[in-house]
């Protein structure tokens, strides 16, 4: 099992969206601001480790989460609050169906670091 470190500017603006928004339950945490932060997240079975360290990454990262329905995140993110995003193209802007077989959303949080909820399209 391999678990993303998503690097972030502000570990408690990061935590809000990823437990507010996302629905993510938070795990731990090692440190408290203001110094340098680290802590886990659960969404599903899926782990993802936030850090303000200044040497976990660059922020900008992307998460490739694979998931059963697309559909249904991006309407529980929606029931969250969440804004899709306009101006990145459809795949940031709601579900899109990819050349390559892949039903897929992205997500960006605070620091541009980018989920990208997939699902395989079913055949018909």
Known sequence: ???????????????????????????W????????????????DHDIYLSSHAGDGVAGAATYVLVDDVDAVF????????????DRGPVYARPTDQTWGMRELYVLDPDGNCLRFAAALQSG
């Open 1 to 27: 099992m391999a678990i993303p470190i998503h690097h972030c500017a502000d570990l408690e603006r990061a935590l809000a969206f990823y437990t507010n928004t996302l629905g993510a339950s938070l795990e």
């Open 75 to 86: 309407t529980e993110l929606r029931g969250r609050g969440y804004v899709p995003r306009a």
């Open 29 to 44: 945490r090692d440190h408290d601001p203001p110094g340098p932060s680290f802590a886990a997240v659960r969404w599903r």
